[in-house]
């Protein structure tokens, strides 16, 4: 298994700043993933953050808005820019980890932010 | 595009009662199937997961699972709940059999036990 902190666990930010994510594991991972959970709905994913590489976003999300950063194999940061009330949600970090083709997903506690 | 759908939003059942949640995907081709739950104030936990043989799999704290490929389903099920179990659980699938795919995840039910 992962266990994967994750700094701040929630925040209250004013509309057009911008707030940085930090999501630290205990072990070497190579897959790094971020979601958004926005109230009443489901997990969402916004990215895929691979050390050494650039992430890839899925549709719908774009680098100016969530710059992401990968240094090492067990560290990663989200950055929410520019924000709006719409962006107020709940952003996990996740990771794969146990190894071989049965690797499991593990999900970080999440960073509850709130934009006003 | 691939979807996954639990069918029950929120399910409400007295302690002891037996449960069954419904997840269905229309992805057609090999699935990793999960289910995830998280307790109030805690953070998501997989409560199981199944890659393939057995189609019956069994998880923590008495759940299990069955996948039906002819059914695109995989249910989750428990004989006999607790007041603990008051939860959201969300169902999840990757494709592929390398498993390198990405989690998309149902729209979570939850589920209220009452003591």
């Known amino acids: 298994s992962a266990v994967i902190s994750q700094k701040p666990s929630r925040d209250i930010c004013q509309r057009g700043t911008s707030l940085t994510i930090q999501c630290q594991v205990d072990?070497?991972?190579?897959?790094m993933f971020w979601y958004r959970q926005q109230p009443g709905q489901s997990l969402t994913l916004i990215a895929t953050a691979n050390q050494g590489s650039e992430a890839t976003y899925e549709s719908g999300f774009v680098i100016d808005k969530f710059p992401i950063s990968r240094p090492n194999l067990t560290f990663s940061t989200l950055t929410v820019s520019n924000m709006s009330p719409e962006d107020s949600s709940i952003y996990l970090c996740?990771?794969?980890?146990?190894?071989?083709?049965?690797?499991?997903?593990?999900f970080g506690p999440g960073t509850r932010l709130l934009v006003l | 595009a691939q979807s996954v759908s639990q069918h029950n939003h929120h399910v409400i059942l007295s302690e002891a009662a037996s449960l069954e949640l419904g997840c269905n995907y229309s992805?057609?081709?090999?699935?990793?199937l999960f289910w995830y739950v998280q307790y109030p104030g805690q953070h998501l936990q997989l409560l199981l997961k199944?890659?393939?043989?057995?189609?019956l799999v069994k998880g923590i704290k008495g759940f299990e699972a069955e996948f039906i490929k002819s059914k695109f389903s995989f249910n989750l099920r428990k004989p006999s709940v607790q007041w603990s179990d008051t939860a959201e659980y969300f169902c999840a699938v990757n494709k592929g059999s390398s498993n390198t795919g990405k989690l998309i995840f149902g729209q979570g039910t939850t589920l209220q036990v009452k003591p």
């Open positions: 199944y890659f393939s043989g057995d189609p």
């Open positions: 992805y057609g081709g090999t699935v990793n």
């Open positions: 072990s070497q991972v190579t897959m």
């Open positions: 996740s990771v794969r980890a146990g190894g071989g083709p049965q690797e499991t997903q593990y």
